[in-house]
């Protein structure tokens, strides 16, 4: 069994900063990707940023000079930090991870339970 466990998440002013973190945690062999993506009332999920095992990372230009993704493989990590706020940054922001279990062959898309991030004017 895995678990994604999300942190982090509130209600700010717009300017302001918060950092979302996310715990792999379970019978984990590897694991790919990590990233956050967000979806607001009414809209898709959408990417915010992931963060490749290799090192890459992929920014989603809403969010590019604001946001940075960052990870610790040892701890089975991810964070976002969030600088500058915007309104429409509003929220419910979900951690995704890739992942290879002890009782699969193949990796597997894991979701966390979702943080929700309001952003006021």
């Known amino acids: 069994q895995v678990q994604l466990v999300e942190s982090g998440g509130g209600l700010v002013q717009a300017g302001e900063s918060l950092r979302l973190s996310c715990a792999a945690s379970?019978?984990?062999?590897?694991?790919?990707?990590m990233g956050w993506y967000r979806q607001a009332p009414g809209k898709q999920r959408e990417l915010v940023a992931t963060?490749?095992?290799?090192?890459?990372?992929n920014v989603a230009d809403s969010v590019k000079g604001r946001f940075t993704i960052s990870r610790d493989n040892a701890k089975n990590m991810v964070s976002l930090q969030m600088n500058s706020l915007k309104p429409e940054d509003t929220a419910v922001y979900y951690c995704?991870?890739?992942?290879?279990?002890?009782?699969?062959?193949?990796?597997?898309?894991?979701w966390g339970q979702g943080t929700q991030v309001t952003v006021s004017s």
């Open positions: 995704n991870a890739n992942i290879l279990t002890l009782r699969s062959n193949t990796y597997r898309s894991y």
């Open positions: 379970g019978s984990i062999l590897r694991i790919n990707t």
């Open positions: 963060f490749g095992s290799g090192g890459s990372t």
